[in-house]
């Protein structure tokens, strides 16, 4: 198991690696997005939580992380399930213009719900679509000549069903196994300058509404035989972000407890 706790210093001697820089975490203020937030402050990065509804919880997070370090956070909102370029476009301008660059872009909003094909509907698979990956694409799109500019990098983060599909998620498996794609693609278009990876979750941090039998069947077939954590994930997002990996792009870490290698 284990034994990293949230913030915890990877790599001894290089803790602050992210001063001066600055970087933009969708989804930021829950679950994973909040755990990555958090670690990426710890390693001195300047920090814009973006949220859609979760207002009171990135301001409570912005108000902590400026505690710690003052003016370190700030917070930005925008829907991105809808006029999807548009609101991509807007936020990456508003980071731009509160500190005058971008360093690191994290991908972490995303949604996650059952369709079966029989009752999938449109609207189901625009909303996913969108938001798991259109939404990245053209935040990568706005990023990218400030990204250029000082070298940066982005993480997306995927999912493990993009790789091994579980249903009734035929939608959801689609729209990751679609980020996965964009990050290996853009790779190619984004170099040398900026490298681009993504992160494969297994299961880290459960939706509340998550089925109890579909847990119980993903762990029975999960080598380490448990849930992983928020922290573990950004851990990964830590470690792609810094210059440990500086010659690693197009590429993805699985954090899935070996979810990927079983049957």
Not at 68 to 86: C, E
């Amino acid at each position: 198991m284990s034994t990293s706790k949230q913030g915890d210093c990877l790599m001894p001697g290089s803790c602050r690696f992210g001063e001066g820089r600055v970087a933009l975490v969708t989804g930021g203020a829950r679950r994973v997005g909040r755990t990555i937030t958090t670690a990426l402050h710890k390693h001195h990065f300047n920090v814009i939580i973006h949220y859609n509804s979760s207002r009171d919880l990135a301001l409570e997070l912005a108000a902590l992380l400026n505690s710690a370090r003052p003016d370190s956070a700030q917070v930005i909102t925008g829907d991105l399930s809808k006029d999807v370029a548009q609101t991509a476009h807007r936020l990456v301008a508003e980071t731009v213009q509160k500190w005058g660059r971008l360093d690191l872009l994290v991908n972490s909003a995303g949604d996650y719900f059952a369709t079966s094909l029989e009752d999938a509907s449109e609207h189901d698979w625009d909303k996913l679509v969108n938001i798991n990956s259109k939404a990245p694409y053209f935040l990568i799109q706005a990023a990218a000549p400030h990204l250029r500019k000082v070298g940066g990098s982005v993480v997306n983060i995927a999912d493990i069903l993009g790789e091994r599909p579980s249903g009734p998620f035929s939608i959801y498996c689609t729209t990751k196994a679609a980020i996965i794609m964009i990050t290996k693609s853009l790779s190619l278009e984004l170099g040398p300058q900026v490298r681009i990876n993504y992160v494969n979750p297994g299961a880290a941090m459960w939706p509340e509404n998550s089925d109890v039998t579909f847990k119980e069947e993903w762990l029975s077939k999960t080598p380490l035989g448990r849930p992983g954590t928020g922290e573990e994930v950004a851990d990964a997002v830590v470690f792609l972000a810094s210059p440990s990996a500086a010659y690693i792009t197009g590429s993805g870490i699985n954090v899935c407890g070996g979810r990927s290698v079983s049957n």
